[in-house]
DNA sequence: ACAAACCTACGAATATTTTCGTAAATAAAA
DNA sequence: TTTTATTTACGAAAATATTCGTAGGTTTGT
């Protein structure tokens, strides 16, 4: 069994941060996270430093500001996400899920037109639709 | 805005036992949940008690075994749950949620075949680009 | 050199979630 | 009736998550 990644929902407001930015201090991840909530600067330098003793995030000490970098990746702390939502929300059904995530105008035109393309490519129709 | 619903994990699991079986009393949803996990029978009520509290269940307390009722609909918080997961994990993007949730064998190849037949049917409403 | 600004570490207060022991009431069994 | 089992209510402990104040060190500006 691979390790279980679970961010909180703090934890993973600052991974997306840093994926999106790649590695940064803790000044610059509070930059960013000060634009959408309200917290002190202590607040966001300790929830990395936690982050970093689960090993969540690595980082670099070399300089005054250390430097941190998401030491999970998107694509799998993501994958087990959606595979946690489908087994304890969608009773491990994976097509209600994106059912779900279809309907109500969740998915603008765009989208669904990739999704579709992506469908074909996985699962080929062999009618051509 | 209507109500947000945000059951913890733990309540989740009850939400789930509940929508599956209908009304129940506490023993019943504790019987289940014994199965998946082991907990005492008084934190299963005092669980449903502070679900109660918060509506998420209704109750009738007509019997001594007071009957529980979920006060939420499956359809209603998967939806929200799904949209909070495309906004905090998927930025946004539901199109990306649904890739994640088709890679990696998480579906049959059946399901696929259901997605793309609700695929066909949907009328996508023009408000993304 | 001195002061101001910045950074980390640490501890602790708050808040939330999960767990369960105990007491009191009711029902069932003996 | 007396005992045993079942159920609720209540309070609080335990576990987890979030927040921030303060101290001490380093860098920067005057």
Redesign the interface.
């Known amino acids: 069994m691979t390790e279980q990644i679970k961010p909180t929902?703090s934890e993973?407001?600052i991974l997306?941060i840093l994926w999106d930015k790649g590695p940064s201090t803790v000044r610059e991840v509070h930059e960013v996270l000060e634009q959408s909530k309200d917290a002190g600067y202590t607040t966001t330098l300790k929830l990395m430093q936690i982050m970093h003793e689960k090993t969540l995030l690595k980082r670099d000490v070399s300089n005054k500001s250390h430097v941190y970098t998401a030491n999970v990746s998107q694509?799998k702390?993501?994958?087990q996400?959606?595979?946690r939502?489908?087994d304890?929300?969608?009773?491990g059904?994976?097509?209600?899920?994106?059912?779900?995530?279809?309907?109500?105008?969740?998915?603008?035109?765009?989208?669904?037109e990739?999704?579709?393309k992506?469908?074909e490519n996985?699962?080929p129709?062999p009618k051509g639709?």
Do not use: C, W
């Open positions: 929902d993973l407001e997306n694509e702390t993501q994958g996400l959606v595979k939502m489908i304890n929300v969608f009773n059904s994976a097509s209600q899920l994106v059912m779900q995530a279809l309907g109500n105008n969740k998915a603008s035109s765009q989208e669904l990739e999704i579709r992506y469908l996985i699962h129709n639709s």
